[in-house]
């Protein structure tokens, strides 16, 4: 298997070693099977991404929703870099996982209105699959309605166009 890539932008050492912990546990991965790049320490290297299973793209203290003015000059570059990079996984379709910053990030990409209509605090909430995601072979097996935990300051409050609501 091709290792997957995790392009993370955390600058706190602790959270960032504390996310990718995480994706290496959760997705039963070892670590020479996700490859780490830290956005906000480097501009992000040209990529072959024939060598990789999928792209990550992880949490940040970063926000899609933020005014353009109060954005750093990192973040403006992390931004531009990313949607790049999203360019060319839509047009190839890619696997791509989006987690927190990465839904705002392909969500803006793609049309999606990203702001803070729906931001909700850390708790388990129930979530119900749509039609649409009961057939969707991503949520095969699992129940019509669940439990997950949920929160995060912004959301996308309308899908692009083309988008199909799962949940």
Same mark, same amino acid.
């Given at each position: 298997?091709?290792?997957?890539?995790?392009?993370?932008?955390?600058?706190?050492?602790?959270?960032?070693?504390?996310?990718?912990?995480?994706?290496?546990?959760?997705?039963?991965?070892?670590?020479?099977?996700?490859?780490?790049?830290?956005?906000? $320490?480097?501009?992000?290297?040209? /990529?072959?991404?024939? @060598?990789?299973?999928?792209?990550?793209?992880? &949490?940040? !203290?970063?926000?899609?929703?933020?005014?353009?003015?109060?954005?750093?000059?990192?973040?403006?570059?992390?931004?531009?870099?990313?949607?790049?990079?999203?360019?060319?996984?839509?047009?190839?379709?890619?696997?791509?996982?989006?987690?927190?910053?990465?839904?705002?990030?392909?969500?803006?990409?793609?049309?999606?209105?990203?702001?803070?209509?729906?931001?909700?605090?850390? $708790?388990?909430?129930?979530?119900? /699959?749509?039609?649409? @995601?009961?057939?969707?072979?991503?949520?095969? &097996?699992? !129940?019509?309605?669940?439990?997950?935990?949920?929160?995060?300051?912004?959301?996308?409050?309308?899908?692009?166009?083309?988008?199909?609501?799962?949940?």
């Amino acid at each position: 298997m091709l290792p997957f890539l995790l392009l993370a932008s955390r600058a706190e050492d602790a959270a960032a070693e504390d996310e990718y912990a995480a994706y290496l546990r959760y997705g039963g991965l070892e670590p020479h099977e996700l490859h780490r790049i830290r956005l906000e $320490a480097s501009p992000l290297p040209a /990529l072959d991404l024939s @060598g990789f299973s999928g792209v990550i793209v992880g &949490g940040s !203290p970063f926000t899609s929703s933020d005014p353009p003015d109060s954005k750093s000059d990192v973040q403006h570059r992390v931004e531009r870099e990313l949607s790049g990079l999203l360019d060319q996984l839509v047009a190839r379709d890619f696997p791509f996982l989006g987690a927190c910053y990465g839904v705002g990030t392909l969500g803006r990409h793609q049309g999606a209105v990203i702001d803070r209509t729906y931001g909700e605090p850390l $708790a388990a909430v129930e979530i119900e /699959l749509t039609g649409a @995601g009961l057939q969707d072979p991503l949520l095969q &097996g699992m !129940p019509q309605v669940f439990t997950a935990f949920a929160g995060h300051k912004e959301a996308c409050s309308s899908l692009p166009a083309h988008a199909v609501l799962l949940a």
